[in-house]
């Protein structure tokens, strides 16, 4: 059995990064983009957006390197979890649980990496 998910898109605001007994947790939010064409010959695009959490020596890299519209490759599992709000209704969610994050461009306004300024 495999769970494995390959997703390319823009990063929609900076890292959250937090502390944790076993290490760090970044998450970041990844938008993919789908085109088509309707029978008509009318283009359309619909944007989905990826919750990607990021544990240890990743999720500090993710946090220093990356920042609101990087462009990054994930690869990684889905992760899915259930929970009952506080009104007693089942809730759902879904998760990429990264293996690799490759930074592909360099954030707009980041400074130059291994540079004085």
Known sequence: MTNI???????GADPI???TQSGNVTQISV????RWNTPAGEAKKETE???VTCFNGLGTNVGKYVRK???VSVQGRLHYTKWT???GTERYGVEIIAETVD???????AA???QEG
């Open 49 to 51: 957006w990826h919750k």
């Open 5 to 11: 998910v390959v997703i390319v898109g823009n990063v």
């Open 85 to 87: 709000d506080k009104d």
């Open 112 to 114: 130059d990496i291994g």
């Open 31 to 34: 938008a993919t983009e789908r």
């Open 17 to 19: 990064t937090r502390a």
């Open 103 to 109: 930074f592909l461009t360099k954030a707009p306004g």
């Open 69 to 71: 519209g990087s462009k």
